[in-house]
């Protein structure tokens, strides 16, 4: 079954400019599917609309089947449970002022789960890696990748049943990148994942699925695998070939540039 | 050829913590280097000391000569002759680089008419405009004319960038710093803006330091690298050699990180 599934979504912030139009997609349960876009494709709406913050103009959003309702706080309450969020800047999304074991419990205490509130968290620690010793220190601590470490413990320890990932390697240094896919890896092999990102290579590493938007609209979606091997699109192509690649080098021709 | 920029033994520290440590490197005319590192390498300090840029609280030591200018040390007065002439920069974000209440057109202005007083050209509106419109459609922007009388807030991200390229050029320095310049922009964008430098550099004989953390972009434009690690130099050479065969740790890692991520388009 899908888990979630956006039916002919349109949004506009002001009248008669739809930032949104018409998107369909869905993500099926233990998925893990890529939203990809340059800036302006309606990403970050997207995103918007399932932390339900906004609600579609028309369209409809389904999760395991009911429609969403931003009015309805008893549904909404019981989404919230099942939806987390991890986000781009991991230097702004981290509370300055808390120590780590308040940041990650957040989502327990303000979703009210109660029942071995330690242990999840020192779990969901030792799930992104980072010393139990951590536990007690402020973010101004740790490093930018730590500190997405914590973003991604505190957005597991409430183990949603779906993970919105908002171009979480996007602010890091590549070597850190790296480890931070990784990690994702392994996240998104125990729960389902919707991971937006301008970057096709993070896309292509970690997800199954991808959908491709552009100034709002879907022009492209399906296995990862058969999108960038073959893709349909002029959209696509363009991104895929736009993207920056170590050059060879041979032995008779040594100018590289020429490929510009 | 001789060295148009030579930096010897260059240090710069705050009160407090030595930032960038003895680096040196040298850039002959035409040539091109790319300075790459993580955050915190000191690969965007290297750049404004060059140019004298650096905040009052931070201080360098050490030698930095453009042409036959040292910048170390120098007053803002005299260096403000340089400018232009000797070297222009582009930055890596465009809505902060321009001026948000000057129109496009002024801005690029601005530097034409600095040139033409310069080079002892006369510098009436019509001449100026004609520049500005020329620079304009070098850097492929749209619609020129339209163009000169926008402000910053209504164009995009890759033609803000394009109107700094353009400011650059006007001036026709010798040297082009260009501290990560793509890296704000869209991937379709970042890949037209690299083809539109990688012209200008060579029509106009400049020679360029390119500045950025991005390695494939860095290896697709220049012929020699060096990399920079918490403020120090470890390892210099050409594109091909540190990108083939690194010889440092820390540069191997680098690579590796590079090489996975074109591994996982090339896996496809």
Known sequence: MNLLELNKVCFSYTRGNKVLNEVSFSVASGRTVGLVGESGSGKSTILKLLMGLAKPSSGAIQFEGAPLDIGNRILMKGYRRAVQPVFQ????????????????????????????????????????????????????????????????????????????????VSALDLSTQVRIVELFREIASQTTLLFVSH????????????VILERGTVVEAGSTRSVLANPQHTYTRSLLDSIPRIPEWDQTHDNVRSDL | MSDLLTVVDLSIRTAEKELVKNVSFSLPEGAR?????????????TALAATGLLPPAITASGSVIIGA?????????????????DVAVVFQ???????????????????????FRREGQTTNREAVRNEVLSLMEQVRL??????????????????????????AVAC??????????????????????????DGLVRDYGMSLLFISHDLPVVASIVDDVTVLRLGEVVEQGTTRQVFEAPSNPYSQGLMEAARTFDSYLQDI
């Not at chain 2, 200018?69 to 002439?85: H, K, V, Y």
């Open chain 1, 89 to 168: 800047d991991p230097y702004s999304s981290l509370d300055p002022r808390q120590k780590v074991r308040s940041i990650i419990s957040e989502p327990l205490n303000s979703l009210g789960i109660a029942d071995q509130n330690a242990s999840r968290v020192k779990r969901a620690l030792a799930a992104v890696d980072l010393p139990e010793d951590a536990i007690d220190r402020y973010p101004s601590a740790f490093s930018g990748g730590q500190r997405q470490r914590i973003a991604i413990a505190r957005a597991i320890v409430s183990e949603p049943r779906l993970i919105l990932a908002d171009e979480v």
């Open chain 2, 33 to 45: 280097m790319g300075l790459i590192g993580e955050s915190g390498s000191g690969k965007s300090l």
């Open chain 2, 69 to 85: 200018q040292e910048i170390i040390g120098t007053p803002d007065q005299a260096l403000n002759r340089m400018r232009g002439s």
């Open chain 2, 142 to 167: 749209p619609e020129p004319k339209l163009m000169l009388n926008r402000y910053p807030h209504e164009i995009s991200g890759g033609q803000r960038q394009r109107v700094a390229i353009a400011m």
């Open chain 2, 172 to 197: 026709r320095p010798k040297l082009l710093i260009a501290d990560e310049p793509t890296t704000a922009l869209d991937v379709t964008t970042q890949a037209e803006v690299l083809k539109l430098l």
């Open chain 2, 93 to 115: 974000e465009p809505l902060t680089a321009l001026d948000p209440l000057m129109k496009i057109g002024d801005q690029i202005g601005w530097p034409v008419r600095r040139r």
């Open chain 1, 199 to 210: 970057d096709l290579a993070v896309v292509a590493a970690l997800c199954d699925e991808i």
